[in-house]
């Protein structure tokens, strides 16, 4: 072989690889054991905690990152300044979110590490607000495991947002996003965000918790407990008194597989009941005994049986073997394989919210996706689902459209001109309503949209293979698309990229009708396919459909399938059979046209 020859070959070998290496998928690894020792006096805890890091990237690492997030609870901080300086600060929260800086020091929530081990050696770090930046001795290499051990002290705030102690409800711990957090490590870096009340990242792995807390408490969250003989409360078919020596507190010992995140609540006046759900699953619910709506909780835990069987047969089988529903919080939060929620509510109310957290087992702690910035996969495929959950085992009277309420409300955030693209960091929206109208309004859209340009069958199809193909993983808004694609055997980069990475609307409208003659045009940047529904005068009604060019493709219809449309032609005309007697765009409104009143036509003989 000639030596030119030699040197090309080589070089597309090497490029070769790399490509090969870049579409490789990777996710780092985590393996906790912590022993936490709570104060319920000074709602103090000491923990250590032992944390092998697994680093599967393809780059060696020379710093980690962890999340602080109890730091934002004090005066200055970033959650609060956040709050002050937005021009719409979210009504539910901005009272208690804006006394941070009017918590006395007992009051505010902290977490402090006291020593940082590298494989058993000192090591830098750096507090930066609610991230720890550590310095290491030794960088991790690929495919290379090393272990931390920290020491740290931690004092819960007063009830904020999420976390807190003695909540509106009374309830005495609510321990969400409680311990010092590796942050995720992915193709796009380090995820290492300010916690200012969004969203939430984390990293796979597996979780050995132990909590030391008074005998009179009762645990709930993330995980299996380990040792029910020991504590009772309700985990064990026994009441034998407890006989601890004075002073001597209960040991909870917990483990949790396969998850990215860990949570407690605890309480001295817990009730606890456990009932079977779907699969052999146990389902925890604890709440307060004097409780005032037992009644409707009593219903509420009945009907979170038929939510998870309703959801493992839309979605996917949920892969645990428990799930806790726990009065706890400031209002409605997912966890790994819990929920905290208030429970003074109505009884619409406490099954509406208890959906929507379960709903979240599916879409965010199965599938795991970067909630900080792409929250629409996550709150607004949730809100799809649970929709559907809620047209289908509350309502008497279903509706057409369960998400009706989801366009509303984007079309809200259109007419009042305060879109911000779907792409847009959680953290960095303008306008808190804009944030929560795109991650939960115009996400579900997305989803129920995405029926209308693919076929509805379609539609289940990708949900179901999308959960299956992408759960335990870090599926990012490509990966929903190609899923569809796959399904389908559509284009759909144009749609990920329009109702994601821009603010373009879809307003299509019906120009002219002349005999039999019908010309639609495009007044909206956004590019769609188009369903018309055609009445003729002899009362007979034929529908249309027009393919998206761009699409190179078609959903399955029974309609009448025309020419397609190219995205560059403002107008397209077609010719139907008949004397016209009116015209309909999108008669089932699933399309999300801004402007609805040029798509219906009636001739006037």
Known sequence: MNKPLFLALLVLGILTT???????????????????DMNVDTYQFDGKQKLVYTNNSPDELTHVFYHLYFNAFQPDSEMYNHYKNIPDPDRRFVKNVLNIANLKPEE??????????????????EVIGTILKVTLNKPIPPNKSVTFDMDFLGQVPVQTRRSGRNNKEGVAL?????????????????????????EFHGVWGDFDVTIHIDKEYTIGGTGYLQNPQEVGHGYEDSTKSLKLPEGEKLKWHFKAPKVHDFTWAADDEYAHDILKGPNDVDLHFLYKKDIENIEDW???????????????????????????????????????????ITAKRTLGSLIGVMQHELAHSWFQFVIATNESKHSWMDEGFTSYIDSKAWNDLVLETKLENPHAGAYRSYFNVVNLERQEPLSTHGDRYHRDRTWSSNAY???????????????????DKTVKKYYQDFKF????????????????????????????????????????????????????????????????????????????RMMLGEKPTSATKLENWARTHSTYTFKASKSIKSVEIDPSQIMADVDRKNNFVEVIE
């Open 174 to 198: 609510s321990m969400a996003q409680w311990y010092p957090k590796m942050a995720e490590y992915d193709v796009s870096g380090w995820q290492a965000n300010p916690y200012i009340n969004q």
């Open 108 to 125: 505010q929530g902290f977490i402090n590490v006291n020593s940082l081990k590298q494989d058993k050696k000192p090591v830098k770090y």
């Open 298 to 340: 009593k219903l509420m835990e009945q009907m979170t049986i038929k939510s998870m069987s309703y959801f493992n047969e839309l979605v996917g089988d949920y892969p645990y073997k428990q799930y806790s529903v726990i009065q706890a919080g400031d209002g409605g939060m997912e966890y790994g394989m819990s929920t905290l």
């Open 473 to 548: 993983k870090h599926p990012t808004p490509n990966d929903i698309m190609r899923t569809a694609e796959k399904v389908s055997g559509v284009q759909l980069d144009w749609y990920l990229n329009e109702w994601t990475q821009t603010t373009n609307t879809i307003d299509y409208g019906i120009k002219v009708i002349a005999n039999k003659s019908i010309t639609l045009e495009r007044k909206g940047r956004m590019p769609m396919p188009i369903d018309v529904s055609v009445t003729y005068m002899d009362g007979t009604k034929e529908d249309f459909y027009i393919p998206l």
């Open 441 to 459: 309004q115009k996400g579900s859209v997305f989803l129920r949209q995405l029926g209308y340009i693919i076929g509805d069958d379609n539609l």
């Open 18 to 36: 790399s490509a090969q290496s870049n579409t490789t998928y990777w996710q780092q690894h985590v393996d906790y054991t912590m022993d936490i």
